[in-house]
C-alpha cells in the first residue's frame, strides 16, 4: 500500500484509490465499497450509513448520483467525505452498465464562460462544466476545481488551528502538512494535480479551515459545513490527499479526526 503511485491513468485512478482502503483497515474501520453504477441505480442504500467517502478523482457524475448525495446530506443527515479533486465536474449519462457518456451541451445554460460571472447576470457565476447541465458541485461539496494550482502540488498551510478536524496533530495557524505523498506524477504535497477551491456556489456557514501553498494562489482549500437537518460534509478538494494518507502522519490524523466526529453525531 505504501508503493509509489506513478504513470497518468493509476495517480487518478484505482491504485490511487487503494492507499485509502489500506488507510481504512489500518485504523481498523469498517466499510464497504461500492461502484458508482451502484450510486447511480439506487442500489447503494445510503440510509445504511451514517458516513459515505468519495476520493481521488471522481469527476463524472450522473445526474441521480448527485441528487442522491445531495438529498441524504441536506435532507436526510448523511455525512459526505470529499477526499478527491476535480471531483462532480461533469454530468454524465449511463449506457447499461459498462458505458457512459458526457451529457450533451453546447453552452452554459445562461449564457456565461467557465470560471467567470455570466455578463447577462452579475449573480451568477458558472465555475463548472456540472453548472451546464444541472448546478454547481460546489453546492454540495462546498468547492470546485480551477485551472490555477493544476499540476502542481504542494503541502496545506493551517488557518483555523482552533477547529476540531486539527485536534491532536500540534499543528498551529500558518503550520504546514501535508508535505509527504506517494503521487509520483505530481510529487510535492497533499495539496495538488488538480486543486478545488471555494466559488460563490459554495454553501453559506461554508468554513475554510487550510489551504495548500501551490503557485499562483492555486492551492485546494479544506472546508466544512453543516446543514439544518445534521448533515454534514468536509472536502479537501485534492487529488493527492489520498496518496498521502499512509505517509503523512497530520493528513492521517485530520482524516481520522472527521470519520470519528461524523460516527458520533
Request: proline share 6%.
Amino acid at each position: 500500500m505504501t508503493d509509489p503511485i506513478a504513470g497518468r491513468l493509476p495517480c487518478g485512478m484505482a491504485p490511487a484509490e487503494w492507499p485509502l482502503l489500506g488507510w481504512l483497515e489500518r485504523e481498523s474501520l469498517q466499510y464497504d465499497y461500492y461502484s458508482e453504477l451502484h450510486l447511480h441505480n439506487g442500489e447503494l442504500d445510503l440510509d445504511q450509513y451514517t458516513i459515505l467517502m468519495i476520493s481521488v478523482h471522481p469527476e463524472y457524475w450522473s445526474r441521480e448520483m448527485y441528487q442522491r448525495v445531495k438529498e441524504w446530506v441536506w435532507q436526510r443527515g448523511g455525512k459526505l467525505i470529499y477526499l478527491g479533486g476535480n471531483g462532480l465536474n461533469c454530468e454524465v449519462e449511463f449506457l447499461g452498465e459498462d458505458a457512459l457518456r458526457f451529457k450533451t451541451y453546447l453552452a452554459p445554460a445562461n449564457g456565461g464562460e467557465l470560471g467567470m460571472p455570466d455578463p447577462k447576470n452579475p449573480d451568477f457565476y458558472c465555475d463548472s462544466r456540472m453548472v451546464r447541465t444541472l448546478e454547481s458541485e460546489a453546492n454540495l461539496v462546498g468547492v470546485v476545481c480551477t485551472d490555477s494550482g493544476i499540476m502542481t502540488a504542494a503541502p496545506y498551510k493551517v488557518l483555523n488551528a482552533d477547529h476540531w478536524a486539527f485536534a491532536g496533530t500540534g499543528l498551529s495557524n500558518g503550520g504546514l502538512f501535508g508535505e509527504n505523498s506517494l503521487h509520483e506524477r505530481i510529487p510535492g504535497g497533499a495539496s495538488g494535480h488538480e486543486t478545488d477551491k471555494r466559488s460563490p456556489h459554495s454553501p453559506p456557514g461554508t468554513e475554510l479551515l487550510a489551504k495548500g501553498t501551490n503557485c499562483d494562489d492555486g492551492g485546494a482549500e479544506i472546508v466544512c459545513y453543516e446543514t439544518p437537518s445534521g448533515g454534514a460534509v468536509f472536502s479537501v478538494g485534492s487529488i493527492t490527499w489520498v496518496p498521502s494518507l499512509l505517509v503523512d502522519d497530520a493528513v492521517s490524523r485530520i482524516t481520522a479526526n472527521v470519520v470519528a466526529r461524523y460516527l458520533k453525531e
